[in-house]
């Protein structure tokens, strides 16, 4: 799934692009280690963690694309960051369980 499609699906905005980028699976958690341990590779991230952590995790475990739920802010360092490591960053209105239910056809992410 296309970072547009993501954003079609769970009615969000792209505040970071990656041209490309394609999600096979998707993943929900606020524990970035959870995250760490568990998300694979190709993966869309479902939180609510809108800091620059969450940029170095997406990094490690080669995720795509985050969706950041609640419609929280993306601030300029997370985007900068994201811009920089190449992970698509969506905002979005839903909340998490919203936002996964929109993505369920996507499978689920596992290492």
């Given amino acids: 799934m296309t970072v547009s499609e ?3 699906k769970v009615g969000g905005r ?9 999600a096979n699976y998707a993943y929900a958690s606020d524990l970035l280690s959870d995250v760490m ?4 590779d190709e993966s869309v991230l479902v939180t609510i963690q809108n800091h620059l ?7 490690l475990a080669g995720i795509e694309a ?11 360092d997370m985007a900068e960051a994201a811009a920089r490591e190449e992970v698509a960053i969506i905002t979005t209105p839903l909340s ?3 936002a996964s239910v929109a993505l369920s056809s996507l499978p689920p992410s596992a290492k």
């Fill in 6 to 8: 993501i954003a079609g």
């Fill in 14 to 22: 792209i505040v970071v692009d990656k041209p490309g980028a394609e």
């Fill in 37 to 40: 341990g568990h998300c694979g």
């Fill in 53 to 59: 952590n969450t940029i170095a995790v997406c990094t």
């Fill in 66 to 76: 985050i969706v950041i739920c609640h419609d929280r802010p993306v601030p300029d």
């Fill in 96 to 98: 998490q369980y919203a």
